[in-house]
């Protein structure tokens, strides 16, 4: 299957290269030849939705995006250097040579061009089939100039007039478009997912596009774009079509194991499968799991849960979303893990030390001194700290942990274990958990605070945590506060804390342990005006076509 599909790919995707435009992508058979057999059409849109996962399902689309994506947030720290390009994403030393972004330009318009050849050449009208699939590459399409646009064009609360993407809406080479503002790729989007939600019937499950998949994009589109009508219309009616059901606590603690089509809130995913990717015995290093944790000695495991997400997630005992973190501890000569306290000090640096129970007295020994950890109870919660030469310093009482480079190994396990399979994962695009997120943001910045909470609720009853009314808010925060920590709880891992977090207007802090601060110029914190909040133009696609616009340094 896999060889017929890039067979077609190599007709149908009129790829931009990294040397030179395909001048001659008909090289095997002729395209009326192609668009004769209806099943030839079917695979032709398979090949596009295989271009969003790569060859080997880690040198996609959704690879270089995934890290684009999460590695520029604040839910995860690096514990060392990388010669990978991954690196400049990550601590925001942006270069307009990065292989990962350049490559994952190419393959975005390889999608594009495949899709605009599927719209092109299918007749609206003439089968249900046909529209069905005509729909289905409007989605794609949509998606990808979507994505796109959140990477090299700024948030849409900064103006629409801003330089967003091209927008090459032709199959054909010589159709070069330079770059649409802000306003005309959201436009476009919004016009390629209403289209695509005319045209589907059919829901073939997740993995494929569906009416409801263009319903919870147009959600989110509607989100970002700060119409908050639209946002929590298409919302409900992905909510109320009756298609998806949120997991049960217990099989959301399990939600990376499970296929898309054995997930009842997967709208729409990027399906891999133990069957069809990740063939070769050193696949496992390099998907997206493997950077987050190593599993039966398979895997990097690099980088890991920050602080910041570490202090949030604990807020609460059993929040069932802890389970997609696996702290890798220590343990003595008897195989017991062996208790400690440890902070992050004033320098964003990780201290750890061993502690010694003597009758109920918890003491440690840390810089030289001796010193007995006290405890307070904070609304329910026991905070622990310890007197030391510069006043109290809250801690954690835990477990020693196994270290890399000095930081804890907190591994991420939400990419990896599939079917069991180390280091499978499917990428989520939309699940229905969003749903309600979406639909609680929307009414809490139109200021219907209760329904806001009523949809938070929702998860975090799921998520086995207390509820929120509007009189036990956390100390200090909004509605809109809660709501927004509660989508990054949900959420993470999953390529949306970047873009929530700059087109809210908020400032990325990244005052926590990590590599990303051991530059002569460090990130501690990014504001949403700041120029690399959006990635550059790669430096090869300006050269091919020198009227492209560069984003600012």
């Known amino acids: 299957m896999k060889r017929i599909i890039f067979t077609i790919l190599s007709i149908t995707a009129l790829a931009f290269h990294s040397c030179d435009i395909e001048r001659n992508p008909y090289d095997q058979i002729a395209v009326d030849d192609l668009f004769s057999d209806p099943g030839s059409i079917e695979t032709a849109t398979i090949g596009n939705y295989a271009l969003l996962k790569g060859d080997v399902g880690y040198d996609g689309w959704v690879d270089d995006l995934h890290r684009i994506s999460e590695y520029s947030g604040d839910n995860v720290t690096l514990s060392g250097g990388t010669t990978d390009h991954l690196f400049f994403l990550y601590n925001y030393q942006s270069i307009a040579t990065n292989s990962r972004v350049d490559r994952f330009w190419r393959n975005s318009y390889k999608i594009v061009v495949g899709t605009n050849l599927m719209i092109e050449k299918i007749e609206e009208g003439e089968s249900t089939d046909g529209d069905q699939l005509l729909g289905e590459n409007y989605y794609l399409r949509g998606l990808v100039f979507f994505q796109m646009g959140?990477?090299?064009?700024?948030?849409?609360?900064?103006?629409?007039?801003?330089?967003?993407?091209?927008?090459?809406?032709?199959?054909?080479?010589?159709?070069?478009?330079?770059?649409?503002?802000?306003?005309?790729?959201?436009?476009?989007?919004?016009?390629?997912?209403?289209?695509?939600?005319?045209?589907?019937?059919?829901?073939?499950?997740?993995?494929?596009?569906?009416?409801?998949?263009?319903?919870?994009?147009?959600?989110?589109?509607?989100?970002?774009?700060?119409?908050?009508?639209?946002?929590?219309?298409?919302?409900?009616?992905?909510?109320?079509?009756?298609?998806?059901?949120?997991?049960?606590?217990?099989?959301?603690?399990?939600?990376?194991?499970?296929?898309?089509?054995q997930n009842s809130e997967a709208i729409f995913a990027v399906t891999l499968s133990s069957a069809s990717d990740l063939l070769g015995q050193w696949d496992d290093w390099f998907t997206i799991g493997s950077f987050y944790a190593s599993i039966e000695g398979t895997g990097w495991?690099?980088?890991?849960?920050?602080?910041?997400?570490?202090?949030?997630?604990?807020?609460?005992?059993?929040?069932?979303?802890?389970?997609?973190?696996?702290?890798?501890?220590?343990?003595?000569?008897?195989?017991?893990?062996?208790?400690?306290?440890?902070?992050?000090?004033?320098?964003?640096?990780?201290?750890?030390?061993?502690?010694?129970?003597?009758?109920?007295t918890i003491t440690f020994d840390y810089d030289g001194n001796n010193y007995t950890l006290q405890s307070e109870v904070v609304d329910g919660k026991t905070i622990y700290f310890f007197n030391g030469p510069n006043g109290r310093q809250d801690v954690i009482f835990d477990f020693d942990m196994e270290k890399r480079n000095g930081h804890p190994k907190f591994f991420i396990l939400k990419a990896s274990l599939q079917e069991d399979d180390l280091h499978m994962w499917s990428p989520t695009v939309s699940r229905l958990a969003e749903m309600y997120l979406n639909k609680a943001e929307s009414l809490a910045k139109s200021g219907s605070d209760q329904a806001a909470l009523d949809n938070i609720n929702i998860l975090r009853q799921r998520a086995g945590v207390p509820e929120y009314t509007l009189a036990n808010l956390p100390a200090g925060k909004t509605v809109l506060d809660v709501v927004l920590d509660e989508r990054r709880l949900e959420l993470a891992f999953e390529g949306h804390r970047r873009y929530d977090v700059y087109r809210n207007g908020e400032t990325m802090d990244r005052r926590y342990p990590g590599t990303h601060l051991n530059n002569s110029n460090p990130f501690f914190e990014i504001p949403p005006s700041h120029p690399r909040v959006v990635e550059f133009i790669p430096e090869q696609q300006i050269i091919l076509q020198p009227s492209l616009e560069q984003n600012p340094q």
Not at 200 to 213: C, H
Not at 246 to 256: E, G, K, R
Not at 307 to 323: H, K, P, T, V
Not at 333 to 343: E, K, L, Q, S, T
């Open 150 to 261: 959140n990477v090299f064009g700024r948030p849409f609360n900064q103006g629409g007039a801003n330089p967003s993407i091209p927008l090459k809406l032709t199959s054909d080479t010589e159709d070069r478009p330079d770059r649409h503002t802000v306003q005309e790729v959201y436009d476009q989007v919004i016009s390629d997912l209403l289209k695509a939600e005319s045209l589907m019937t059919e829901n073939k499950g997740a993995s494929f596009a569906s009416k409801e998949a263009a319903q919870a994009l147009l959600s989110r589109v509607y989100l970002y774009m700060g119409d908050n009508t639209k946002a929590q219309e298409f919302a409900d009616k992905v909510i109320n079509s009756g298609v998806y059901s949120l997991l049960p606590t217990t099989q959301f603690s399990q939600m990376n194991r499970l296929r898309p089509d």
């Open 301 to 360: 495991g690099e980088m890991y849960a920050s602080r910041s997400y570490l202090d949030l997630i604990d807020q609460n005992d059993g929040d069932a979303r802890r389970s997609f973190i696996d702290p890798q501890y220590l343990t003595d000569g008897n195989g017991d893990r062996i208790p400690a306290v440890y902070w992050a000090d004033e320098n964003y640096v990780y201290q750890f030390a061993q502690t010694t129970d003597s009758g109920g």
